[in-house]
């Protein structure tokens, strides 16, 4: 995985680039940083609004902030997002994290 500074300079070539802004979304939370994670899956989300993971793993990191009400919307809103677009596979993983929160 590219380093937060060279993701960094890709998304300056870039701000709209969806891998990249997922990149550093993932690193960010990888390094503990869960707010600046939430910020950049929103921005993943805004420049692909197909990318039913970045709602899984921004639940993730909404999770560790404390903020469960929140981490709920953002499944909820991946369910929709992964039916869209026909992705059995991040809607049955995101249904399952879904309901192991709310169980």
């Known amino acids: 995985m590219p380093s937060l500074e060279q993701l960094q300079r890709l998304l300056e070539a870039d701000p709209s ?3 990249v802004l997922y990149a550093l979304a993932q690193e960010h939370a990888r390094v503990g940083d869960h707010a600046a994670a939430v ?13 039913a993971y970045a709602c899984f793993h921004k639940a993730r990191s909404l999770e560790f902030l404390g903020r ?16 869209k677009a026909g992705d059995q596979q991040a ?11 709310e169980g």
């Open 39 to 51: 910020e950049f899956y929103d921005r993943c989300l805004a420049a692909d609004p197909m990318q």
């Open 68 to 83: 469960l009400p929140d981490a709920v919307e953002a499944l909820r809103d991946g369910l929709i997002r992964a039916r």
């Open 17 to 19: 680039d969806a891998f």
């Open 91 to 101: 809607l049955s993983e995101i249904q399952g994290y879904l309901d192991q929160i």
